[in-house]
């Protein structure tokens, strides 16, 4: 990795250090001292947040969990990346995505799901990112795996993809634990509907608080706030809220489950709790160890070790730090079922009769 200077523009990589440092700043750090400001002033600068938190937390989701920055069910026995894989397929074969359509996916990281789906269903995809820095990493990684001609990425905001592709231009488009970084979901899927063909699919991978989750109760608004500051989320919302943006803006919903609500032998937040008796195969048990206290000590340190040479940019430690809380927040919430990342819907744009 190159050095990165904490300049206001952009390094040559994608990553602006400024934002970075900024990044915290937009949580007070003790919550009984949020309100609704604070949360205001996330929502109307969500694209600051947002590219602060990626441009920070990137290169730790890489080394932690590799290319596809979601989580999936777990199988027993099953690997910690077929897994991941195996939750892109399922994805791509509920959307019945057919060789050729063209596809668009909606926040696409550094493209590990486009280049498993890609190789899948046979399809040509369209990655579109906010995050300068992720698009150059989607790249090289897809140029590496030969698929430059099946996938091409483009920097820009899934709040404006009519302006960006014109409308009715793709059969099919996905959002895989993205969309909840929008500052309205109307907003969003009223975008995806747009630029979907008359009859085209949409499929999504939601993260939602779930109906448990009660905002009046301190306890449940705190794990909220731990969601939203350890993943860059200006705002968390409840899954009812959701859906019911589907619904406004005019898609029709075929399917939809909350996937967190199987009764899975081995959770979703496995692997963040740290605990490698739960490791289902013995690669896996590396995976889990950086999340466990002896894991957590070794990146806290060599995050710190290596901003300081300027390897990082300044401020990648202190995201680093909200990995962390991220971590309790989820494995917290996804215990008491107050939270889902996996709120799974399947919606079609009405074709005309
Ligand atoms: C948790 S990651 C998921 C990435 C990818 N879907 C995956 O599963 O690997 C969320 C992604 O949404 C992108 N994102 C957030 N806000 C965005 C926006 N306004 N426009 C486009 N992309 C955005 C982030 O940059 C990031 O790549």
Redesign the pocket.
């Known amino acids: 990795m190159a050095p990165v200077a904490n300049e206001t523009t952009a390094h040559a990589d994608g990553r602006v250090g400024r934002r970075i440092e900024n990044y915290t700043a937009f949580w007070q750090k003790d919550i009984s001292k949020e309100d609704t400001q604070d949360t205001e002033n996330r929502l109307s600068n969500?694209?600051d947040v947002?590219?602060g938190y990626?441009d920070g937390a990137t290169g730790l989701y890489e080394y932690g969990w590799g290319?596809?920055?979601?989580f999936s069910r777990y199988y027993p026995g099953e690997g910690f990346y077929q897994a991941l894989a195996r939750h892109e397929h399922y994805l791509a074969f509920k959307m019945n995505l057919k060789p050729g359509m063209r596809v668009l996916?909606?926040?696409?990281?550094?493209g590990?799901?486009a280049r498993e789906i890609a190789q899948f269903a046979d399809v040509q995809i369209v990655g579109?990112?906010?995050?300068e820095f992720?698009v150059g990493r989607a790249r090289k990684l897809t140029k590496k795996a030969g698929l430059e001609n099946q996938i091409s990425y483009t920097v820009?905001?899934?709040?404006k993809l009519a302006e960006k592709f014109g409308e009715n231009s793709f059969d099919a488009v996905y959002?895989?634990?993205?969309t909840v970084?929008?500052p309205s979901w109307e907003g969003v899927y009223g975008e995806i509907q747009k630029v979907l063909k008359p009859g085209g699919v949409f499929g999504v991978y939601e993260w939602c608080m779930t109906d448990r989750w009660d905002p009046s109760i301190p306890e449940h608004k705190e794990v909220a706030h731990g969601i939203e500051i350890g993943?860059g989320i200006p705002e968390m919302r409840p899954l009812a809220k959701a859906r019911q943006a589907i619904l406004n803006v005019g898609f029709e919903i075929e399917h939809e489950e909350d996937l967190a609500e199987r009764p899975d032998p081995i959770p979703w937040y496995y692997p963040l709790e740290g605990d490698i008796s739960k490791a289902q195969t013995l690669w896996d048990v590396f995976t889990v160890w950086r999340m466990s206290n002896s894991g957590k000590f070794v990146t806290h340190h060599g995050l710190w070790l290596i901003e300081k040479l300027g390897i990082v940019p300044k401020g990648t430690w202190e995201v680093g730090e909200t990995l962390k809380i991220a971590a309790d927040a989820l494995v917290k919430s996804g215990r008491e079922k107050l939270f889902t990342p996996m709120y799974l819907v399947i919606a079609r744009k009405p074709a005309p009769n």
Request: proline letters at 3%.
């Open positions: 969500y694209v947002i590219n990626y290319t596809s920055f979601h996916d909606v926040g696409c990281g550094i590990g799901p579109l990112n906010n995050n992720q820009g905001d899934f709040m959002a895989i634990e993205a970084h929008a993943n």
